[in-house]
């Protein structure tokens, strides 16, 4: 397994340094370490590292997506994970949109052609679940439409949209808390406590640490290396500073209460926000 990584080629189009049209070929992984035990067996532990050009093709490549760990654990629904892969899939591309038919969407979502055969029934079994899922667990939103030739529904158009800060804020809220109780949560009821009647979920969000820091008032470009990475990366090659204070703008007095986790996320979904509204930065 090791040795094929090391084998792996990429090969891209390219430009030579005369301006011609060319293939630029680069290796997957630089080098890598594998841990063995006294008696010469494998001890199961691997770390690799990837070379430069393969860390840029995969941060600008379409065919990768950043899931959260959190959020794919948390799902109770298949059908809402693969929904959620989906829409993490082209969330930053210029149409944050997917469209196909009925067999497409069954091969997307892994339905079964024999199950929920009627749309009613697909839409309130699978549909509605998987967007209530979503809209509780992951860093954006899907809303989709139905488009129909008579009275049948033909193709549906799932668009995937950023959420805002405050329900970025609410998601990693959500995540930190026990999954017990999610469904009455994500259906906006209220918790009953049954004291004496089995055991009690109360929410387990982590204190926050004395030594993290809040969001810098200056300029976030020394001194707030993480900060300043998640900008460039999801900035869409906005000036940073110019994106800072539109956070600071849109958040207002919150924006001294985000630490830690949560701040990291708030501003990374303010960020992804940004391109969405306004492009990517030419």
């Known amino acids: 397994m ?16 005369r301006g011609k049209k060319a293939t630029l070929r680069f290796s997957l992984i630089s080098r890598s370490r594998e841990e063995t035990e006294e008696d010469g067996g494998e001890a199961g532990w691997i770390e690799w590292e990837f070379t430069p050009d393969a860390r840029k093709m995969i941060q600008a490549s379409e065919t990768y997506a950043v899931l959260n760990r959190q959020a794919v654990l948390g799902f109770r629904s298949n059908y809402a994970l693969r929904l ?71 193709e549906i158009e799932f668009r995937f949209e950023p959420k805002s800060p405050p329900a970025v804020i609410e998601t990693v809220d959500e995540l930190d808390r026990h999954s017990c109780g999610r469904g009455e949560r994500r259906y906006e009821m209220v918790e009953t406590l049954l004291v004496g009647h089995g055991a009690v979920c109360a929410p387990t969000n982590a204190l926050t640490k004395p030594d993290e820091k809040t969001f810098p008032r200056g300029s976030i470009r020394f001194g707030h290396d993480e900060l300043l990475a998640i900008g460039r990366t999801h900035g869409g090659g906005w000036d940073i500073d110019m994106i800072a204070n539109g956070f600071r703008e849109h958040m207002g007095e919150r924006v001294e209460k985000l630490r ?13 926000s940004w391109v969405t509204r306004r492009g990517r930065a030419i």
């Open 84 to 154: 959620y892969e989906l829409g993490a899939l082209r969330l930053h591309r210029r149409q944050a949109t997917w469209r196909g038919d009925m067999a497409a969407l069954r091969a997307a979502l892994g339905i079964p052609p024999e199950v929920y055969t009627d749309f009613a029934q697909l839409r309130r079994k699978v549909l509605e679940k998987a967007k209530a899922e979503i809209d509780q667990l992951a860093h954006f939103r899907v809303e989709w439409r139905e488009i129909r030739q008579g009275r049948t529904v033909a």
């Open 260 to 272: 830690g986790v949560k701040l990291a996320a708030a501003w990374k979904g303010f960020c992804e």
């Open 2 to 17: 090791l040795e094929e990584l090391h084998r792996t080629l990429f090969a891209v189009d390219d430009k030579s340094w």
